[in-house]
């Protein structure tokens, strides 16, 4: 039982704990595994951010450099 849901609780509880073994974050006592989250989280989103604002505006100027 449990059906598609169960199914994808336990793929995302099992690429948390993926990351955990990655990160060696398991180790961490509580506040610093927040401490650690944060940073990465944050990281993450400006990387993202970044790349949504400023790679369509690299890709526009070399398109335009091959075709021009």
């Not at 990160?23 to 970044?50: D, G, K, N, R």
């Amino acid at each position: 039982t449990g059906g598609m849901g169960c199914r994808v609780k336990d793929y995302l509880y099992w690429l948390y704990y993926q990351y955990q073994l990655v990160t060696c974050s398991y180790v961490l006592e509580p506040w610093e595994q927040s401490m650690f989250h944060t940073i990465t989280v944050t990281v993450l989103a400006m990387v993202v951010y970044t790349a949504y604002v400023f790679v369509p505006i690299h890709v526009r100027l070399a398109l335009e450099e091959i075709i021009f």
